[in-house]
């Protein structure tokens, strides 16, 4: 919004006291309080130096720019790697128990085939690591700890060989796909923030596999294990009405 959009009718002075004033030191009445909201965006911010004179010099702007060390979101961004790499690496360890406690061979070729791109997905972040000038290192995810324990979890209460087994620990399996691509999908976005052009190709690579599989797996369940899991066993809900109208 221009300067001349924000009101009008407000002097200047008037707005820019509004404006100097945060939410902490508001102890007007609500009425008059509408015009003091503390800036909400960017060109909020902007509109709201320029109100007050507050102006960021050139020399401020470049101080902004370049920091002296890591920047808060370039330490958060480095942090998220450091998760998913960690992630990775446990997944390189809980895919194969997946694949082996399988029981159809549609879904554990999924598992082989998912393994491997797994691999993949360790080296591309340790090429963003090397882009990056960092040595490739894990931070204990605990999602990832929480997602692998429910999955075994899942294998020991469902019945080996059965068909429900398969359709529970695909549920499982997509839980894992949807943590890694809500993490790669915001790591992609903000490596083009940050302006790392091809970070940001490597990690999109990545995400279309990992939404590949996420569909893939729900063509298996869809296709054929779900059906064939219902069938596996008569519902509680059916036998009763079967009772019933025996007796
Ligand atoms: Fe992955």
Redesign the pocket.
């Known amino acids: 919004m221009k300067q001349s959009e924000t009101d009008s009718n407000t002097p200047i002075s008037e707005e820019a006291n509004k404006a100097k004033q945060g939410p902490m030191t508001d102890t007007k009445s609500s009425n008059e309080a509408k015009g003091d909201e503390w800036p909400s965006s960017a060109s909020d911010l902007k509109n709201v130096r320029s109100l007050t004179g507050n102006q960021t010099s050139e020399e401020e702007k470049n101080s902004e720019k370049k920091p002296a060390g890591e920047s808060l979101l370039e330490k958060f961004f480095n942090d998220q790697l450091k998760d998913i790499y960690y992630?990775?690496q446990q997944?390189l360890k809980a895919i194969p128990k997946l694949e082996e406690a399988a029981t159809t061979e549609e879904l554990k070729e999924a598992f082989s085939d998912?393994l491997h791109?797994?691999q993949k997905?360790v080296k591309r972040l340790e090429k963003v690591f090397k882009l990056l000038g960092k040595k490739p290192e894990g931070k204990k995810c605990e999602a990832i700890e929480g997602l692998t324990k429910e999955a075994e979890t899942i294998i020991k209460e469902t019945k080996e060989g059965s068909m429900t087994r398969d359709a529970a620990i695909i549920i499982a399996a997509q839980k894992v796909e949807h943590y890694?691509i809500a993490t790669y999908g915001g790591l992609v976005q903000l490596a083009i923030t940050m302006e790392l052009d091809e970070i940001s190709d490597i990690l999109d690579t990545?995400l279309m596999?990992?939404e590949d599989t996420d569909l893939q797996l729900t063509d298996i369940a869809e296709g054929f294990i779900n059906i064939e899991a219902q069938d596996e066993t008569n519902y509680s809900w059916l036998q009763e009405k079967g009772q019933e109208e025996f007796a």
């Open positions: 992630a990775e997944l998912h791109q797994t997905h890694e990545t596999e990992e």
